[in-house]
């Protein structure tokens, strides 16, 4: 009779493992759902409609003691641009008294979602001093399609960057002159350039930059940083031999005002991904009728 019970409890023991396991299997085949078969869209990048995200990248330190913070930025919608102007919808602000935040190099033009899905990274930066601590805050907020959104720029340790190279991964960031005699500079906080470019409304302006790198390709972006009207590029993304080292790109300005080109390069896109390491330069340029 014992056998017997115990037998009848090694089958219901295993009958229940079975059904468990069933069931787990169920589960997981219910996670698998193909999307166009879902009552609700799981889709958050869309052609238009969707928000423009600030992010905070990171910081670095620098060797004067002071600190530089990165932002970029996350246009989730593939065929919807942005131009939101310095004021109530795209600002800065901070709780470290007395630092002006005036002249920050924010962006005010927002592209669209480049093909490769990833986001903006680092478009300009802040220096603060070396009083600013990990209790401080600069916030970015920008509103865009309704949404009001704002992200915290700190130096918390969690968050430091490698810059201008990383030893982990070898990754270096690109050396920029601006001029084919001019200083070089390497990293995020990046080279203006030191003259203003004269430019007409619909007539190409030249910009070019020199680089060097010990990869023999690197990757090289041009985009409308900031300025009131549409920017133009003859060709926005692409890759350079580092043994001709000369990068050149035609823009081309609809409106007249005051705008800036931001470009970004590094050894290949990829390397965005792991926040290290790229070179930003920036040019100015005032467009007249």
Known sequence: MKSRTKMLKRVRTQFLCLWGLLGLASALQAQQID???????AEVIRPQGQAVIPLYDGWYPN???????????????????FDIPIGNENYLETDYPGLDLSNANVPTHFDVLPPAYRHVFCAFTVIVPAGFNTNHRITWHISSNRYNLSTP??????????EPASDGRGDLAPLVKLAADGDGVRGRTGVHAKETIAARVGEPVSMQAWIEHPDEEIWVGWSHHSGPGKVEFDNKEYEIYTNDGVANVQATFHEPGDYVVRMQTIDTIAAFEFYCCHTNAYFHINVSN
């Open 153 to 162: 720029g700190k130096v918390i340790p969690p968050y430091v960057l490698d």
């Open 35 to 41: 999307l166009n078969q879902q009552s609700w869209s």
């Open 63 to 81: 060797e004067d003691g002071s600190k530089t913070i990165c932002f970029g930025y996350f246009n989730m919608n593939t065929e919807q641009s």
